[in-house]
């Protein structure tokens, strides 16, 4: 359904243009046809690749119904995407500003319903913060001023759009975590390159007039909080198979793990504690809830139609990617979330974040992973089917390093008679315990 609603206006550098406004479901659209023809950029249709470029001092391209764009060589991210309806492509209001912002080379934004372009912003201040783990390089600006950041060739580039500031202010010495600062001064804008000693994680966080760029160590993890999953429960019984139901195994296992460690000092909070549901969701907020430094999740394996397959293995997460691609992609999709002119970024920006944290611990999931499986095989006799990676939702978790262990498989007849002896149940969760304890250790 669609409602012609308001007229938009925009103001280029005090030239005022009209633009029709047009709802679809939630969101309203500007006709692509009219912005360049008003605003005098050249665009074309690609019929074969279904892509529009619209070209002024960058290239924009756009697929209908796409939400990522290219801007120059990189893709970035739009919380809605394009669409065409009748042979006519509309773009979502909520990235106008970031593609003008980009064709023109120019600052965008919206104020009192009127985007602004061309419109020179303030940068009052620079300043440092310096403390042992963190550096931060603190930007005082006009809260209209937009921003890029992104990650080129290895060095951190910020770009600040149409800015007025006083030279003398200007900084171009390193402090603290940050080397070197190398500034370009354009015509309509300021950018940044930022050298660190080592390939430190750095962040841009957007407060009011404060744009504060961090640098930080990345600190080993002292494991002191525990939390201890027992899989499935209630009316999800797990793998279930010769009188053997998985989800009272593995509530059995994490009791018994869940005791060794508080034996062993660790603070542990389990899931759950009886035979009960508890949605995956509910499992990882429990988790980044308490702020734990660790998640095990205790699970059987099955294999119905072939009862061959025996022993056990410890997963960590991953999606379809590797580590690095991530990270690139968070990065080219970072500046996107904090530039969208209203709230519409702000879920998107939840989600990137929860990616970048997980990248973080994907390798410290990895090492425990490791610790834990070696400890099974040595400890318990089950035949070692190695550490494995999958995209497990009971994974996702925001604040710590997470893995999966899969003990035994309930089909397999040698597997199952382990799982019937109280004492393998015992020697699995030891097992585990000591694993987490090395990996602890190593982490101190
Ligand atoms: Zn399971």
Redesign the pocket.
């Known amino acids: 359904m669609i409602l012609l609603l308001f007229s938009l206006s925009i103001n280029l550098s005090g030239h005022f243009y009209t633009l029709r406004e047009y709802k679809i479901g939630n969101e309203y659209y500007i006709l692509c046809d009219s912005l360049t023809r008003k605003l005098e950029l050249s665009s074309h249709w690609d019929n074969n690749k279904q892509v529009l470029s619209i070209q002024k001092e960058k290239a924009v391209s756009i697929i209908p119904d796409n939400p990522f764009i290219k801007i120059d060589d990189k893709i970035y991210q739009l919380v809605t995407p394009p669409v065409k309806i009748n042979e006519k492509l509309l773009l979502p209001k909520s990235s106008l500003g970031l593609i003008l912002r980009s064709i023109l080379n120019m600052n965008a934004f919206f104020k009192n319903g009127v985007l602004e372009i061309g419109t020179r912003v303030n940068i009052y201040n620079f300043k440092w913060t310096i403390e042992p783990s963190l550096t931060r390089y603190t930007i005082e600006c006009s809260p209209t001023l937009n921003h890029f950041f992104n990650k080129n060739n290895g060095e951190w580039v910020l770009t600040l759009f149409n800015p007025i500031y006083n030279k003398e202010i200007l900084d171009q010495t390193g402090k603290g975590l940050i080397e070197e600062i190398e500034i370009e001064e354009g015509e309509s804008f300021l950018k940044f390159r930022f050298k660190t000693k080592d390939d430190f994680q750095m962040d841009i966080i957007r407060k009011g007039k404060f744009l504060n760029i961090e640098v930080r160590k990345f600190e080993k993890r002292n494991i002191q909080t525990i939390v201890v999953d027992a899989?499935?429960g209630g009316k999800d019984p797990?793998?279930a198979h010769a009188g053997l139901k998985?989800k009272d195994l593995?509530l059995d296992i994490s009791k018994k793990l869940a005791s060794k460690l508080t034996e062993d000092g660790f603070n542990v909070i389990m899931t759950r504690v009886n035979d009960e549901f508890l949605p995956l969701k509910e499992r990882t907020s429990i988790a980044d809830k308490e702020k734990a430094d660790f998640f095990v999740s205790i699970?059987?394996n099955a294999a119905y139609s072939k009862n061959s397959m025996h022993g056990a293995e410890v997963y960590f997460l991953s999606a379809a990617k590797n580590d690095w691609a991530r990270t690139v992609e968070a990065t080219e999709n970072s500046a996107v979330r904090f530039e969208s002119e209203d709230n519409a970024g702000i879920p998107e920006l939840d989600y990137i974040l929860n990616d970048l944290a997980q990248t973080q611990f994907l390798k410290e999931s990895q090492e425990a992973a490791i610790y834990i499986q070696e400890s099974l095989i040595h400890k318990c006799d089950v035949y070692d089917r190695g550490v494995k990676q999958a995209n497990f939702y009971v994974l996702r978790l925001n604040y710590m390093p997470a893995v999966l262990v899969?003990v035994a498989f309930l089909t397999n007849p040698n597997d199952r008679k382990k799982l019937r002896n109280e004492n393998f149940l015992r020697q699995a969760a030891d097992a585990i315990a000591e694993g987490i304890k090395q990996y602890a250790r190593a982490h101190l």
């Open positions: 899989g499935h797990g793998a998985e593995v699970h059987c899969e």
